[in-house]
């Protein structure tokens, strides 16, 4: 790392202390002369260096971690829900506080437009003041008992030390949707974000420490050996609960592995969402809806749309308008007024364009769009695609719309349904009939309908299938982090 980089990056904030370049452990940061760089998705450049949490597979800085998490579970676990609710809400005002430098330290190692990077600051702050008010209503019931003499009492106690493992595509909010229910409940914890996007998580600790966050309770271990410190996280012995956001064959490794201590555990994986039009939709509001659910974040979230399903009746209407708004997306820097940032990196890019190319040769039509180079690809729209195709069975995430047309409301439902996932899908419909009978029918966790961006920490985000299970957000995603104890007493 160099002095000249690593000021080049401070210099766009207005508080540069912000930026940290190690592991925080029991409250203190961690260097090392073995580093791993961060680099800027756009241009290619050295953004920092940061310190790895281990030396030649020496995981004995993670283990530290997990011990002082274990450490600080119990003092903090003993105070009040309303002491922890006023830790949690004095980190949130500094979340608050400092947003414009949290949304630019995350344009420039994730490519996101600020725009979006300052939508998902306030977002991941939302999951901290939910969780801080919800963390004061974990109720427990009294059942009648079977003899005079005898009460039955059930209580909701937290789980202990809470291990997670969080991606890139949203480094932010992944992060506090999972931290905050933790410390509400109770529980202290010790996350792991990928090395590809480690500051926007240590920026998270580092405001949490001075919102008075007692040292131990939340510990954040950066580096670049992800499988290694995922195996301590998932098989130590005094890691109570393991969270996870990433790939579903990731996701299965790591859930065997959680099996050998029978963790308690919860998982959000892959997606493959449909975007369903059917012929009494409005159609207007139904492009309005796709290009949101489709092209945010460069297509590179878990719900983005994967395959949109048309009526063949409103069909070439909805192309037509649908490539009208795509070609109105603005391509470039992040930290530029764009509406589509650079992908994550080119290896990410050039899988993208495999898919496409694969559709091509299998029959789809490219109606627009062009292949660009390194880690910029623009907006493609690909019609004449069909369920078989490699593009339509998996996971695009890329900027990359795959139209296909239907003809019934039974062939749509069948459709969307064929794939082992279902994390999130969409439907656009002006029959309140057809509304109730699709979002039914629908396997999938998350259904929007009439509506493109669904995420809201007040309700349970998570999937069914090979998408996961266990849910993020709402009073759901507090019960994630609980234990139910059931106390019968006679006297």
């Known amino acids: 790392m160099t002095t000249k980089t690593i000021s080049n990056t401070k210099a766009l904030l207005k508080d540069p202390t912000l930026v940290k370049t190690g592991s925080y452990i029991n409250g203190e940061w961690h260097q090392s002369d073995v580093t791993f760089d961060v680099i800027n998705p756009y241009d290619q450049s050295l953004l920092v260096s940061v310190s790895e949490v281990s030396k030649d597979n020496d995981m004995s800085l993670v283990n530290s971690a997990i011990g002082a998490a274990k450490k600080a579970q119990a003092e903090w676990q003993s105070k009040t829900a309303y002491e922890r609710y006023d830790l949690m809400m004095a980190w949130f005002d500094l979340m ?124 954040i271990v950066v580096g670049s050996n992800a499988k290694e410190i995922g195996e301590v996280l998932t098989t130590h012995d005094d890691v109570d609960k393991f969270s996870f956001t990433g790939s579903t064959n990731v996701g299965k490794q790591l859930m065997k592995q959680c099996a050998s201590t029978v963790k308690k555990v919860s998982f959000e994986l892959g997606g493959n969402a449909p975007f ?40 070439d209407e909805f192309v037509e308008k649908f490539i009208e708004q795509t070609k109105l997306l603005d391509v470039g820097n992040g930290l530029d007024d764009v509406d589509i940032g650079p992908l994550i990196h080119k290896q990410a890019a050039d899988s993208v364009r495999e898919l496409v190319a694969s559709a091509i040769e299998q029959g789809a039509t490219q109606s627009y769009g062009q292949i660009l180079s390194d880690t910029m690809q623009s907006p493609i729209v690909l019609t004449n695609v069909n369920n078989e195709m490699e593009i339509a069975q998996n996971e695009i995430f890329g900027p990359v719309a795959a139209i296909q047309k239907f003809e019934t409301e039974k062939q749509a439902v069948q459709l969307a349904n064929d794939t082992p996932f279902g994390l999130a899908s969409y439907f656009y419909s002006q029959n309140i009939s057809r509304v109730e009978r699709v979002s039914r029918a629908l396997k999938y966790g998350i259904v929007g309908v009439n509506e493109g961006l669904i995420s809201n920490a007040a309700a349970p985000f998570g999937g069914v299938k090979q998408s996961g299970f266990g849910r993020e957000g709402s009073l759901y995603g507090l019960d994630d982090y609980l234990n139910i104890k059931y106390i019968c007493t006679t006297y």
């Open 96 to 219: 608050q506080k400092h947003k414009d430098d949290l949304a630019i330290i995350m344009t420039l190692e994730q490519g996101k437009p600020l725009k979006e990077s300052l939508g998902e600051v306030e977002y991941g702050a939302s999951y901290v003041r939910w969780f801080a008010e919800e963390g004061k209503r974990i109720y427990g019931d009294t059942i009648p008992a079977l003899a005079p003499n005898q009460t039955i009492t059930v209580i909701k106690q937290p789980v202990g030390v809470v291990a997670a493992i969080t991606p890139w595509n949203f480094p932010n909010s992944m992060l506090a949707r999972k931290i905050a229910p933790a410390i509400a409940a109770g529980n202290t914890i010790v996350a792991r974000p990928t090395e590809l996007t480690p500051l926007s998580a240590l920026v998270l600790a580092e405001l949490a420490e001075r919102a008075g966050v007692p040292k131990g309770v939340i510990n």
């Open 276 to 315: 369903i039009v059917f012929d009494d939709a409005d159609i207007d509001a139904a492009v309005e809806g796709a290009i949101k659910a489709k092209f945010r974040n460069a297509g590179q979230t878990c719900v983005c749309v994967n395959r949109i399903l048309v009526h063949s009746a409103v069909h």
